[in-house]
């Protein structure tokens, strides 16, 4: 059975680092793109980033642009979210997540098949 579990969540200050690790348990890692997406209290579900296979193509979400950094480990089945001067408003729990093989587009969290439990971050002012 696939399964991804998030670690790495914790509680900083504005203007510090985390580093979020995504282990994938199953076949196949390096032939999936990984996304991350985050989810504040009351809000819905926003892309933060997505990784194809290869590992050398990322997008990002405008916010993360500059400050995040998404890489992977295929042979260790692992994915991983660097974030840089954090932000009060980066509050929330972080999640990985496997898309449809059929998804055309990696933004949407309607696109994606296989979610983790999800990492609480919290940012302090």
């Known amino acids: 059975q696939e399964q991804l579990v998030e670690s790495g969540g914790g509680s900083v200050r504005a203007g510090g680092t985390l580093r979020l690790s995504c282990k994938f348990s199953?076949?196949?890692?390096?032939?999936?793109?990984v996304g991350w997406f985050r989810q504040a209290p009351g809000k819905e579900r926003e892309f933060v980033a997505a990784m194809r296979w290869t590992g050398g193509i990322n997008f990002y979400g405008d916010f993360a642009k500059g400050r995040f950094t998404a890489s992977r480990d295929n042979p260790r089945n692992m994915a991983y979210l660097q974030m840089n001067n954090l932000k009060p408003e980066d509050t929330g729990v972080y999640y990985c997540a496997v898309p449809f093989s059929y998804a055309a587009g990696f933004e949407s969290a309607e696109d994606y098949r296989i979610w983790g439990p999800g990492t609480q971050v919290t940012v302090s002012s």
């Open positions: 199953g076949r196949d890692f390096d032939a999936y793109t």
